[in-house]
T-cell receptor, first 108, second 117 residues
Framework: QKEVEQNSGPLSVPEGAIASLNCTYS??????FFWYRQYSGKSPELIMF????GDKEDGRFTAQLNKASQYVSLLIRDSQPSDSATYLC????????FGTGTRLQVFP | EAQVTQNPRYLITVTGKKLTVTCSQN?????MSWYRQDPGLGLRQIYY???????DKGDVPEGYKVSRKEKRNFPLILESPSPNQTSLYFC????????????????FGEGSRLTVL
């Protein structure tokens, strides 16, 4: 079992819809969780992090963490074509362990 | 401007010809790391450094060397490149919490695309 798992996608959503990206992890000792966005041909950039169970909102982005079920998700409200990218989930176990990413496509 | 700078950005080389990819950060970060990114495999850590003169292996260190003589620089050395090292390489840095654990907030360089023929 991979330490961090994501569906590779692509996840296609229409402009204005909510995009929901999911990630599961295997190590129950994980304490902090991160979402990175990577545009094609570019480097990853941090967009959200979450440490506690529940929701954390930042603009159009909401990170959700459920430690009991070992999943973390990212919701993007009012999706825009500029949100089209690969979203990498990462778990901090003293070092970051990355998932393989989910490709999101937002179509007009 | 706070940044991580990698060079070269693109390189085509031949098997066995030693090469170095440089990485420099201007944010006074203690933690630095090298990753390679391959389709379907995601980002995999090659080596990391918690501070000057402190380096350790990541998940895929075979065929690579690193050094950390100065805080700002963390070069990646391929002594004898092979075709399976064809990949996109990222250098990253991060501030550290007390105790040396990195915060998870990585700042990435722009990437170096390496092709080994």
């Amino acid at each position: 079992q991979k330490e961090v798992e994501q569906n590779s996608g692509p996840l296609s959503v229409p402009e204005g819809a909510i995009a929901s990206l999911n990630c599961t992890y295997s190590d129950r000792g994980s304490q902090s969780f991160f979402w990175y966005r990577q545009y094609s041909g570019k480097s990853p950039e941090l967009i959200m992090f979450i440490y506690s169970n529940g929701d954390k909102e930042d603009g159009r982005f909401t990170a959700q963490l459920n430690k009991a079920s070992q999943y973390v998700s990212l919701l993007i409200r009012d999706s825009q074509p500029s949100d089209s990218a690969t979203y990498l989930c990462a778990v901090n176990l003293g070092k970051l362990i990355f998932g393989t990413g989910t490709r999101l496509q937002v179509f007009p | 401007e706070a940044q991580v700078t990698q060079n070269p950005r693109y390189l085509i080389t031949v098997t066995g010809k030693k090469l170095t990819v440089t990485c420099s950060q201007n944010m006074n970060h203690e933690y630095m790391s090298w990753y390679r990114q391959d389709p379907g495999l995601g980002l995999r850590q090659i080596y990391y450094s918690m501070n000057v003169e402190v380096t350790d292996k990541g998940d895929v260190p075979e065929g690579y060397k690193v050094s950390r003589k100065e805080k700002r620089n963390f070069p990646l050395i391929l002594e004898s490149p092979s075709p399976n090292q064809t990949s996109l390489y990222f250098c990253a840095s991060s501030p550290t919490l007390a105790g040396g654990l990195n915060t998870g907030e990585l700042f990435f360089g722009e990437g170096s695309r390496l092709t080994v023929l």
